[in-house]
């Protein structure tokens, strides 16, 4: 990364990606990532009071949309960085989204996760053919065991969500939903580390499309964040939206004070109901984090204007053994 951490740092320093990175995303993964379908459902939309339209990201490869942007940032790697292999940290989806990318690209990946990262997504990553090392459940952890494996292999860093090629990658989401759902009044997104909704805010820009973030009451840095005009980092999030337990970084909230309009937030409770209408209504599996947006139209309301409302389901990465509701 050349990007300062520094959550002061002014946007016209930042290294942001442009609606042109995007478009050359497109066109690089075009070959390997799936277009996913949009779905709807006349019974969510009457307890809604709106008409929702869910793209279904959970359908894309590994499961989340995390794949768009691994693989935009692997193969915009030059042969040279790429022959040592590829290295990030991750709780689950971008893990294994690298793994899949490195495989796909025929490079190694090395992932370091939390040691209370969910069984699934650890299956994932070596079932992607990715070299787990794992580390204490804190973002300081994550961050000294990755530059400890540096010090000895010059793997390329990919990080999940604070990199130009990964947030241009995830911005290919939204602009997916916008061909293929024609005027629709907004665009609501889960945000953990900001990549999926700083894309969403990009793919958006200048069409009229208001852009919300939504995220667990008991993981609302983002929305504080945006509040208080600087990064506050997440202390203790304690939420079952695993996925969304991270802070937000320069790039995606530089992007996200630009283009996002609010980012609204959902208890546990209601985040696990949403999680269950989805499965039941539109038949389609969504791991918490996915249904975090639902749950915020549902407990908040309807934004002011916005009749016609594009939901990204952002993954579908359940432990079948252990659902929240059990």
Known sequence: MNVSSDPGTAINSLDLPGRADMHAAR???????????VLSSRGINALAGAELHFKAENLQRVGAFKF?????????????????????????????????????????????????????????????GGQIEFCKPTEKAREETVERLRESTPYALVHPFNDRRII??????????????????AVITPVGGGGLLSG????????????????????DDAARSLAAGRIIPVEHPDTVADGLRTSLGPLTFALIQRDVRSILTVGEDDIIAAMRLLWERLKVVVEPSGAVPLAALMANGIPSGARRIGVILSGGNVDLKSLPWQ
């Not at 066109?27 to 379908?37: F, V």
């Not at 590829?86 to 495989?103: C, D, E, F, K, P």
């Not at 490079?107 to 040691?115: C, Q, S």
């Open 27 to 37: 066109a690089r993964i075009a070959p390997h990532a799936h277009i996913t379908p």
């Open 68 to 128: 768009r942007g691994a693989c935009n940032a692997v193969f915009s790697l030059a042969n040279d960085e790429a022959s040592h292999g590829v290295i990030t940290h991750s709780s689950g989806n971008h893990a294994a989204a690298l793994a899949l990318a490195a495989r796909l690209r025929g490079v190694t990946a090395r992932i370091v996760m939390p040691d209370n990262a969910p069984d699934v997504k650890k299956a994932a990553v070596v079932a992607y």
């Open 168 to 185: 241009a990658g995830q911005a290919t989401a939204t602009a997916e939903l916008l061909e293929q759902v024609p005027g629709l009044d």
């Open 200 to 219: 969403a805010g990009l793919a958006a820009r200048g069409s009229g499309v208001a852009v919300f973030g939504a995220e667990p009451a008991n993981a």
